[in-house]
């Protein structure tokens, strides 16, 4: 498979990943969502999450970011932008995790889970303003987002009055005007036609590795996946094939 080469990523030697998950354990009743999992994620990668329906990928991602909490095991995330150590995710409390997904996460949805009764600019600026960040402070950086994606002009468009990829771009403003360390992408171009697809990924890769960022992403799409520094692909909650650059201490239990 043909790896993204429009942001070269070149791990650097003693370099602590950005996430790092050990012994991944999630069920739901008789049903083994991840099996044992390792994996680590270093700063500035782009990660492609593959596998079948049911073979964890969603589980995973949810598991990562912190809106899961596994049955076992651990996930460690290290702010590089930060001087404290790393935070084991599942250790932290409900609303600790709530205020690093606000923070230091981004989240980009296949449906973009924006509010219809917002405009674009406000969708935006709401994801500072639950961070304590004032409207007038807001506004402006939301703005700023906005153009920086090519939505100037659309600032005060209600969502249904945008198509579904200019949708997806207010979705990615939104995700990263935080200054988000990691962006979990969950089939970000799965509801849009194939020229739409590229230009949003385009945009995703640009807005986050473009910046030094890390983009971990679950896709059914192998043009998607290819446009990734590395793929993962799971089955039955393990890592099957990791094909990309090696990250080390990445690997299935077993």
Same mark, same amino acid.
């Given at each position: ?41 270093q ?12 073979s964890?990928k ?12 596994? *049955? ?68 402006p ?23 579904g ?23 970000p ?31 059914h ?14 089955l *039955? ?18």
């Open positions: 498979m043909q790896q993204n080469t429009s942001h070269p990523f070149h791990p650097s030697a003693g370099t602590a990943p950005v996430l790092s998950a050990r012994d991944l354990t999630r069920s739901f009743g008789s049903t083994t969502a991840l099996d044992r999992l390792g994996l680590d994620i700063v500035g990668e782009s990660l492609a999450i593959m596998g079948p329906s049911g964890g969603s589980t995973l991602l949810h598991t990562l970011a912190g809106i899961e909490r596994p *049955d076992a095991g651990s996930v460690l995330f290290r702010d590089p932008s930060a001087s404290t150590g790393p935070v084991e995710i599942a250790a932290l409390g409900e609303s600790a995790r709530s205020r690093l997904r606000r923070g230091s996460f981004g989240f980009v949805f296949q449906a973009g889970l924006l509010i219809p009764e917002l405009t674009a600019i406000e969708n935006v600026a709401m994801a500072l303003m639950i961070n304590g960040v004032s409207r007038a402070a807001a506004l950086r939301a703005a700023e987002w906005l153009r920086a994606l090519g939505l100037a002009g659309m600032e005060e468009r209600r969502i249904g009055q945008l198509s990829g200019q949708a997806q771009r207010v979705a990615i403003a939104r995700a990263q005007v935080t200054g988000a360390t990691v962006t979990f992408a969950d089939e171009t799965g509801a849009l036609d194939s020229a739409t697809s590229s230009e949003v990924l385009d945009i995703l890769i640009d807005a986050t590795v473009g910046r030094g960022n890390t983009l971990v992403m679950v896709t799409d192998p043009q998607v996946a290819a446009r990734c520094h590395r793929v993962i692909h799971l *039955d909650g393990r890592i099957q094939h990791d094909a990309g650059v090696p990250t080390p201490g990445a690997e299935a239990r077993s």
